[in-house]
């Protein structure tokens, strides 16, 4: 009865042997996604995980139930969990969007599934920023986006020697089709290899290349020319008035495959080229009335960012925080006749926003204290009778070695520091 | 392409008109779980939503399965998306209890899944808060617990007036059961039957009782008698030392139908009697073992609050908190020519942990600053050309109209109150 294949347990740090995916470090990444979305004003939405498997092949073609998590449920509904947010949320859009103020500006970060075959570092979920704008055709929305993207991987500790976006136009590469006279019908064709050029031999490329009318060698000359239309040297000045320039840089060999992109791409990569993409996106303004059945139109671009390949380059980065502290306060419990008095101290501690731990049962005072430090705990606290009779609160910093009393109620106080 | 019945869509508010599930109150419910299942010392984890469906036939028998959304993945393997977590939790401890101190203590907010016949107001899926302590027999963890779920909801501000925790025991019933010469082949059904008093007539419970040997005089007279057992008792007097008491009491007629409780149970209430039960758990000291197929003993007990009769109670007493302003500082560029320095400005009160907004496009100063009300944003700011032609920064406080002008680098100071 163990997990499926290519699924995730998520454990507390520090990790168990044999286990690579800490529920913290998932908890760091999501943190810093809604922080840094949220300072942005993007609002978080939801939708349901298991959707209509029509919504995946209205958008994609019957080619996409492959790679799904689909059945029949009792109902005989055919149901998938789903594999990408956006025809989620354009169907959520599209439903609501007369009760909102435009642009919209959403973010989600749900659970993704597709069923590939297991492969080593292929996994089966994943979590998925998704941060979209609704509603605003112009450039100045490319670069509001784009800056989100970057000051998420900023907020996780990444800088510009870290990663780079590079940044291209869809609406770019379709003029070079044009003006290089391709073949209509094949510009999905056209899209799809210089997609692939990177990873293809310059024979496989040309081939692919063949049947849209478009030689390899002005492909060539247009990425290395990388020329900027006025639109991404408006993006790219918009980004560099925030002190971002250094982050983007224009790059026609970033092409992405889908069908459904209309202007401006992206997609952003460690310097180093050690992973795969860490996150992409792009303008996509046919996509609401696409997916709404031509109900409603509505410009739009977003990007997701997976926790996968981010998580991998934060580690090797170094940039993984230390998880092991997360208790503030080890009240110790020395005298058992205090135990109910003691356990008033916890409360109020807890109460004033106190992470505390203590022992359950009863426990030698140097145990206790070996425990605490075990849990890597900010301070101790305890009760002691006073020389009057009277309780008093005694507090020790475990860091500073300082050692406070009070009375009981001023617990707030002697951690004040 | 709507959505499949008894799943739910989550908005960001205000809610559109005929939507009733808000992100932002999902949120907050989750944002008060997390924070105070941490005060308490206990860890996140997480574990795949989708589980072997011999995961759960294991630990409740076939007739569970009507009850799932169960299928068979493309590899042939019989799956299902996961009703509760009690069957991950213990495996994952099994797997790892080694590596952690005890007693374990851990938390998560799965979001579960049941197949059920669509009714008005039961879902198919909902969000649940799971506590569990694993390791500890004695009854100061089961006070622990308990006090970790009267917290969980004081944290979202219902009080004493508002819920109740029903208190009970498991092993108090099964003493009852043998003292009153019950036939122990109907213990289970004795229990189903006590569950179920509450809501049948007194035919029908007599009827329910009549394999199980015992008196339907003897079960009201225990009931209503409700002497607490010694460790009921301690749980009470430890509750009370936390001046906690008043959230709990002792009640029979709380018995919980499933099998595998052995001490405790206790289920929170509102006291107007209005909603299903808010939370439940108790003691299962055997559920380890039978999940682990015997291989690791571990004494545990834990509890359960889902978000839907919780999200219901808070909207009725009104502590949904208003989620309409999300942002703090609204840039008002009305001088074009410094679109470019205004970025800046947006991008340093960013970095500075600012939820910011600004109008992507040009736009009348007019209606920058209606939008600016309109997102109820706490300030406005703006550059303005200074007497000496260069750049001064003008801050205005929304609530106290207090403004404040500085350099530029100077917005975090001026938005300091």
Not at 10 to 26: A, I, N, V
Not at 228 to 243: K, M, S
Not at 340 to 357: H, K, P, T
Request: glycine residues 10%; negative net charge; hydrophobic residues 40%.
């Amino acid at each position: 009865m163990q997990r499926l294949k290519g699924f995730r347990e998520f454990f507390p740090e520090p990790l168990p042997p044999g286990q690579e995916w800490s529920c913290d470090l998932r908890q760091h990444i999501q943190d810093c996604w809604r922080r840094t979305a949220r300072r942005y004003g993007f609002r978080e939405y939801d939708g349901p995980p298991l959707e209509p498997l029509e919504l995946y092949t209205a958008k994609s073609g019957d080619e996409i139930v492959g790679q799904l998590f689909n059945f029949e449920d009792k109902g005989k509904d055919a149901v998938a969990l789903r594999p990408e947010m956006t025809p989620t949320v354009a169907r959520m859009v599209a439903a609501t969007e007369r009760a909102y103020r435009k642009p919209i500006k959403w973010f989600s970060m749900p659970q993704l599934f597709r069923y590939e075959m297991p492969q080593k570092g292929r996994l089966r979920e994943h979590y998925q920023l998704n941060c979209d704008l609704f509603g605003e055709t112009d450039p100045g929305a490319d670069a509001e986006v784009i800056a989100l993207m970057i000051d998420v991987l900023r907020s996780l500790g990444l800088g510009e020697e870290d990663f780079v976006i590079r940044l291209s136009s869809r609406k770019a590469w379709q003029e070079f089709f044009e003006r290089e006279g391709g073949k209509v019908e094949a510009a999905y064709a056209f899209f799809q290899a210089v997609d692939k050029m990177e990873r293809d031999d310059a024979e496989t490329f040309a081939r692919r290349l063949e049947p849209t009318g478009i030689r390899p060698e002005a492909v060539r000359a247009f990425v290395s020319e990388g020329k900027p239309t006025v639109e991404l040297q408006g993006i790219l000045d918009n980004l560099t008035a925030r002190g971002l320039g250094g982050y983007v840089r224009l790059d026609y060999g970033v092409i992405r495959g889908l069908a459904y992109y209309t202007g401006v791409v992206f997609e952003a990569f460690d310097r180093k080229g050690e992973f795969r993409a860490i996150a992409g996106g792009g303008r996509y303004d046919g996509l609401v009335e696409m997916l709404s059945g031509g109900k409603v139109r509505m410009p739009a671009l977003g990007f997701g960012m997976g926790d996968v390949v981010l998580a991998l380059l934060l580690r090797e980065r170094g940039l993984v925080p230390s998880f092991e502290s997360t208790i503030d306060v080890v009240v110790l419990v020395e005298d058992e006749t205090l135990r109910g008095e003691s356990l008033g101290l916890v409360q109020r501690l807890r109460e004033a926003g106190r992470a505390v731990d203590y022992t359950l049962t009863p426990l030698k005072a140097d145990k206790q204290f070996k425990r605490a430090l075990e849990l890597g705990a900010g301070h101790w606290a305890r009760l002691e009778r006073g020389e009057d009779g009277g309780l008093v609160v005694r507090v020790k910093d475990l860091k500073t070695r300082v050692e406070r009393v009070g009375k009981p109620g001023e617990e707030p106080a002697l951690l004040a520091e």
